[in-house]
């Protein structure tokens, strides 16, 4: 990501725990490969990042998202700001930063046209009207959020730019800008400005189907076989009696759940994977277990103890988010607690 | 759960973090109230029960559902034991208990249908030509898990209660029984055997509807606006564009999000409440954030700051499921790790 968008920055976004994946770990290596700008969602995941980092002992600026309140005058510092999402937050901040004196620079975020967060229509006319309400003394850098970046031939794309290009317009080079998240990367260097802000790409995952083939995918998630039976096929299978079989079959039950993140959605339709061949969900996810149909694969690969992955090489997240209805963000950040996680590579 | 039980010991469920209800506090409550057994998924929820519980210096028994195997051997002891689900499991647990003496006896769990977990069709068999393959002298309990119990009009419950019922029949005496899930509990005395199970009802979810209204709603998750804001018909909102109004209307954008576990299902459909007024999704839910039309709320009630319920006097988890496409546990087992966390009344 850091050399498609070069010369601007590149950004880690590691809010909800690094999506699913484990702030600590994930950050540090981060930092390791050279990453100093980092985005999180709340003050809390500010704090633990903050932290992570600590024992590096190297300079990081760390942006909380969801905006400023009162809460924060104890969170900020030197490594520490907000995105200010409103006039409102403004003030709040300059008068907070004008009674501490020094720390860093927050972020102000112009919503172009997203209606979710940052300063609305009727707040950014008002900047425009009169740029020195926001003062570089408090704030370094000017950001949006793109609504429609998965889709390269989306109109929004343009008009968002279009929207952003005239703010910097008016309010100059005071400031630095940023714009793009994952798939607004892909977009293209018009919409790099100074920072990118990647979040899913670093993870393997969103953007659309062509630039997700430029992306690793570096997530891995296998559960162990804890039961094998046979059954025929005047027989059910699960909860609500929903599973069926077609033929005489061997089913494999599997130590993974909804409870787990696997999504109940997946139930009759999702998919594991052994040895690369395919072994289908057969009746209702339940909140620890699966049960897979595991006909098709040798009995000596499907024992008591063997393993199935769910995510890896033959499923990427967005493949199983496919099968649940969803992204494959929401695969990662619903990545249950009982897993035991393991990371290959050097982290500090 | 428990006088609709008696004289039936009854247990408490508590696999997966007290269903995302937070192990530790549920537990120890639930202790309190004179719960004296609990039954949990994995071996670590198990470690972690024990500890939590050991400051009450109260004589527990945990059981893991999923069963036994060699790296079990250093987790049981007088608190802890496997429910085996199968001949091999028993084999390796009497082998484990001659060596170590003392200790919990295990429970043996036959699958009467669910074909999910369980002694199968053949080693049932096994059992009923000669029941001394199982010992009383390591096992104390029977069990089996109902598969449609929530549907009382199910003639799964009666076929399975029957395979139950015959199965005591010829393994006799030495041993209790259990069968009942917290639906199974609702079926009536017959399936109550000598301890039932409930999990889902001991947090006011699951079971029929019927039998619902007479759980207590145990559940509240609410969350902040963080900003305002007003969009006019001709814009749109979240990603994708996909949201729209077809009025001028008033926004709320919360913090909370499908990483927070409001299922991405929720995007245009689901909805939160303000002082007891529905207010919908609008647009897609993202990670961090949804927002909410709160145009036929009054402004004094949403302003920045003020909160919005998900769950509670208004919506239970079951409902927040219907509008998600799922059940109520997975709305609690989906609750991420970013929430502050309160309980009501007196815990240990």
């Given at each position: 990501m850091r050399s498609i968008s070069a010369p601007a920055i590149c950004a880690a976004v590691v809010k909800c725990d690094a999506y699913g994946l484990g702030l600590g770990p994930v950050a540090r290596r981060l930092s390791e490969e050279g990453c100093t700008n980092f985005f999180v969602a709340?003050?809390?995941?500010?704090?633990?990042?903050?932290?992570?980092?600590?024992?590096?002992?190297?300079?990081?600026?760390?942006?909380?998202?969801?905006?400023?309140?009162?809460?924060?005058?104890?969170?900020?510092?030197?490594?520490?700001?907000?995105?200010?999402?409103?006039?409102?937050?403004?003030?709040?901040?300059?008068?907070?930063?004008?009674?501490?004196?020094s720390?860093?620079?927050?972020?102000?975020?112009?919503?172009?046209?997203?209606?979710?967060?940052?300063?609305?229509?009727?707040?950014?006319e008002q900047v425009?009207?009169?740029?020195?309400?926001?003062?570089?003394?408090?704030?370094?850098?000017?950001?949006?959020?793109?609504?429609?970046?998965?889709?390269?031939?989306?109109?929004?794309?343009q008009d968002q730019l279009d929207r952003f290009s005239n703010l910097i317009k008016v309010v100059g080079n005071r400031f630095k800008y940023s714009l793009a998240n994952?798939?607004?990367?892909?977009?293209?260097?018009?919409?790099?400005?100074d920072m990118v802000r990647p979040g899913a790409a670093l993870y393997g995952i969103g953007c659309n189907s062509k630039d997700r083939k430029k992306l690793s995918q570096v997530v891995e998630l296998k559960s162990e076989i804890i039961q094998t039976r046979s059954v025929t096929n005047d027989e059910t299978i699960g909860y609500g009696s929903d599973g069926r079989v077609d033929r005489p079959s061997r089913l494999a039950t599997v130590a993974l759940g909804y409870g787990d993140g696997l999504f109940r959605h997946l139930g009759n339709s999702g998919m594991g994977f052994i040895s690369g061949r395919a072994v289908p969900v057969i009746g209702?996810?339940?909140?620890?277990?699966?049960?897979?149909?595991?006909?098709?694969?040798?009995?000596?690969?499907?024992?008591?103890?063997?393993?199935?992955?769910?995510?890896?090489?033959?499923?990427?997240p967005d493949d199983l988010a496919v099968s649940a209805g969803t992204i494959g963000y929401e695969i990662l950040t619903a990545l249950g607690n009982r897993y035991r996680k393991g990371y290959v590579g050097t982290i500090s």
């Amino acid at each position: 990501m850091r050399s498609i968008s070069a010369p601007a920055i590149c950004a880690a976004v590691v809010k909800c725990d690094a999506y699913g994946l484990g702030l600590g770990p994930v950050a540090r290596r981060l930092s390791e490969e050279g990453c100093t700008n980092f985005f999180v969602a709340l003050p809390q995941e500010a704090i633990s990042l903050r932290d992570s980092l600590k024992s590096l002992r190297r300079t990081h600026s760390i942006y909380i998202l969801n905006g400023m309140n009162d809460d924060f005058r104890d969170i900020c510092d030197d490594s520490v700001a907000p995105v200010l999402n409103s006039l409102e937050e403004i003030k709040l901040w300059q008068t907070f930063r004008e009674q501490v004196g020094s720390g860093l620079p927050a972020i102000v975020n112009f919503d172009t046209g997203m209606n979710r967060l940052g300063l609305g229509r009727d707040e950014t006319e008002q900047v425009l009207a009169n740029a020195m309400t926001i003062s570089p003394k408090y704030v370094n850098m000017i950001m949006s959020h793109l609504a429609c970046a998965d889709d390269p031939t989306h109109q929004k794309n343009q008009d968002q730019l279009d929207r952003f290009s005239n703010l910097i317009k008016v309010v100059g080079n005071r400031f630095k800008y940023s714009l793009a998240n994952s798939p607004g990367v892909f977009l293209g260097s018009r919409f790099h400005f100074d920072m990118v802000r990647p979040g899913a790409a670093l993870y393997g995952i969103g953007c659309n189907s062509k630039d997700r083939k430029k992306l690793s995918q570096v997530v891995e998630l296998k559960s162990e076989i804890i039961q094998t039976r046979s059954v025929t096929n005047d027989e059910t299978i699960g909860y609500g009696s929903d599973g069926r079989v077609d033929r005489p079959s061997r089913l494999a039950t599997v130590a993974l759940g909804y409870g787990d993140g696997l999504f109940r959605h997946l139930g009759n339709s999702g998919m594991g994977f052994i040895s690369g061949r395919a072994v289908p969900v057969i009746g209702r996810v339940s909140m620890d277990l699966v049960t897979l149909d595991v006909t098709d694969v040798p009995e000596t690969l499907c024992k008591k103890g063997d393993w199935v992955e769910f995510i890896g090489e033959y499923q990427s997240p967005d493949d199983l988010a496919v099968s649940a209805g969803t992204i494959g963000y929401e695969i990662l950040t619903a990545l249950g607690n009982r897993y035991r996680k393991g990371y290959v590579g050097t982290i500090s």
